[in-house]
């Protein structure tokens, strides 16, 4: 079992930027992907970004050029560096890991990411 502990969501005028963290609690040592979904009220999840273990991201067109995503295996954390944001940034922020041998998901608990005009 991993735990996924979010942190760095919070209310942040356009133009703006936050720093998104998430930190597994293990290390994981087969190969995964971990990355960042995000659901707005009365919309569906959908992928921010990922990025494997060997570093491969993954980037919807919506925020392409505006966030970046890292990691930092010795900490088994990820990062999503968000600049630029804009209102329709605005959702709950969730992170995710994936294990591609074991064919499993763990969710994080979401953090508030709220992006005023």
């Known amino acids: 079992q991993v735990q996924l502990v979010e942190s760095g969501g919070g209310l942040v005028q356009a133009g703006g930027s936050l720093r998104l963290s998430c930190a597994a609690s293990?290390?994981?040592?087969?190969?995964?992907?971990m990355g960042w979904y995000r659901q707005a009220p009365g919309k569906q999840r959908e992928l921010v970004a990922s990025i494997t273990s060997d570093s491969i991201t993954n980037y919807a067109d919506s925020v392409k050029g505006r966030f970046t995503i890292s990691r930092d295996n010795a900490k088994n954390t990820v990062y999503l560096q968000m600049n630029s944001l804009k209102p329709e940034d605005t959702a709950v922020y969730y992170c995710k890991l994936y294990l591609f041998a074991a064919v499993v998901n763990y969710w994080g608990q979401g953090t508030q990411v709220t992006v005023s005009s």
């Open positions: 293990r290390t994981i040592f087969s190969r995964n992907s």
